[in-house]
Every structure is written in C-alpha cells, then in structure tokens.
C-alpha cells in the first residue's frame, strides 16, 4: 500500500475524481453569457456544470456574469422585453464563478 506518512492524510478518492474530472474543463473566462448569440458566449464551458455564487451565496438564475466589474445579471421576475426574452436586470457584489 502506499503509506502518505505520519504528517499527511490521505486525498479522499471523490476530491480526487473531482479534480481530475475539473482538469479536462476549460478556464471560466472573466465574462461569460448563457445567450448564444453574445460575443461572450462560450460553448465549451457549458459542457460542463458552472455555479455561480454572489456575496457568498449561490444563485441559480444567472444569465451573464462578469467577475472583474463584480456584477451578474439575472431575468426581472416575469417581465420580457419586446423582442420576448426576459428583461435582465444587473446585481452587483463579489462574484465568484466555479465548475460544479
């Protein structure tokens, strides 16, 4: 067996597959879009589950966030613009941006 010494504990095995199922992702990018046709729409991320979290706590609704300027946008409740998407509105905090 491989002993990791008196001073280290041992990685448990699901930390491990985590980061190894992590190191195949790509780099979240510092402004990232749901919407196909945004220039900071970028597929590859989406391929793998992204979580976003605002002033600490999770958000699930999260159309566009960018990390830098500290802000996500999220839809205003029912309200949808005349073009029939959902009216956005932007919260601002500390933003934080992590693969599930």
Known sequence: MNDPG???????PEASAEASANASAPALPDRLSIDPRSPHHVAAVF???????LNGKERFD???????????????GKTLDR???????????R???FYR
């Open 95 to 97: 933003v934080e941006a």
């Open 62 to 76: 999260v159309e566009e966030y960018c990390i830098s300027e500290g802000w996500i946008k999220v839809p205003a």
């Open 47 to 53: 391929e793998h589950g992204v979580g976003i979290r």
């Open 83 to 93: 073009t029939g998407r959902p009216l956005l509105i932007k919260l601002k905090g």
């Open 6 to 12: 008196p001073d280290r504990a041992p990685d448990p």
